[in-house]
């Protein structure tokens, strides 16, 4: 099965979880990331602003923000094939760019050297490659600024089917949910 095809049919299981067992998962995972060693000493915190069918990171925001951690999410130039990490300040600096993809709306600082970047993708094998969503931004970020790394994942999410190129690059620790 090619990665596309891989990719389509995870994301298809991940829309399709029952809200109830989703909202279950999202909170196991938001317990686990906040009580984790890296989470809690990082001062400077990369995390994306989530999709409705990924797990939910507002949550995650909310509370790094209230616990006066600086939390930065992905700014992406499409044209340069860039990713950088902005500052958000407050979840009201959301809008939503072409491509449907939450950024920060306000005129914020940016930081890539990061304590932590809980990094998004789709499928996941045990030691850390990913599938993401075929832009590439990730793994270029990642390979460059090597920042530590935790991703969160719903069990449907794993696959060690996955092929692995010379780009990729392996998340450092994956938090997993049972679904």
């Known amino acids: 099965m090619s990665k596309k ?5 995870t994301l298809a299981l991940m829309r399709g979880l029952n809200e109830r067992v ?3 998962a999202d909170h196991f995972l ?11 000493n990082a001062q400077h915190i990369g995390i994306v602003l989530s999709m409705p069918h990924e797990v ?3 949550p995650i925001i909310q509370y790094a923000l209230d616990h006066h951690k600086s939390v930065y999410v992905p700014s992406t130039n499409y044209d ?6 902005q500052q958000l300040e407050d979840l009201n600096q959301v809008a939503v760019d072409e491509k449907s993809i939450r950024y920060v709306n306000a005129d914020t600082p940016v930081k890539n050297d990061l304590d932590l970047v809980v990094v998004p993708g789709v499928i996941f094998n045990h030691a850390g490659y990913r599938i993401g969503y ?7 970020f990642l390979s460059q600024y090597q920042p530590s790394t935790i991703s969160l994942v719903y069990d ?9 190129e010379p780009h990729d690059y392996p998340v450092q620790e ?6």
């Open 134 to 140: 075929g832009g590439g931004y990730f793994d270029q």
């Open 30 to 40: 938001f317990k686990q990331l906040i009580e984790h060693e890296k989470f809690v």
């Open 56 to 58: 939910q990171t507002d």
């Open 80 to 85: 340069k094939h860039i990713m950088q990490f």
């Open 5 to 9: 095809e891989m990719r389509k049919s």
């Open 174 to 179: 994956l938090i997993i949910a049972k679904t």
């Open 22 to 24: 989703k909202t279950k």
């Open 156 to 164: 449907i999410q794993l696959s060690d089917q996955i092929p692995v």
